[in-house]
């Protein structure tokens, strides 16, 4: 997937969202996700997109999640937007190090 952009703060995750608005997605097509859940929420409303709910990852997923680790419930949420296995995994090591994940996805 050539959708996924690795930012470092909230300026650039901007940058990149306006990019893909460009490219044709719209707001309700691209997705934030950072490790710290706190940073993520507010991230997402403060710019406005789509949060991954029960219509992107199903109603077992979304409830598996709450039992999940946090790093488990990054890589559900990556795969449930059309990343591989092995992708989630390298994405969600770019959170582990601080950094934020973009993903624009009209298959979710």
Do not use: C, W
Not at 98 to 106: C, F, H, L, M, T
């Amino acid at each position: 997937m050539e959708n996924v952009k690795v930012v470092e703060n909230g300026v650039e995750a901007k940058r990149e969202i306006d990019q893909f608005i460009m490219q044709g997605f719209t707001k309700n097509e691209i997705y934030l996700l950072a490790h710290d859940k706190p940073r993520s929420e507010d991230l997402t409303e403060s710019l406005d997109i789509q949060k991954i709910g029960v219509d992107e990852q199903g109603v077992f997923d979304s409830i598996a999640n709450v039992f999940r680790t946090r790093g488990d419930e990054l890589r559900s949420k990556l795969e449930s937007l059309g990343l591989s296995r092995a992708a989630a995994e390298h994405y969600e090591e770019e959170m582990d190090q601080g950094r934020v994940i973009v993903v624009a996805s009209k298959s979710a």
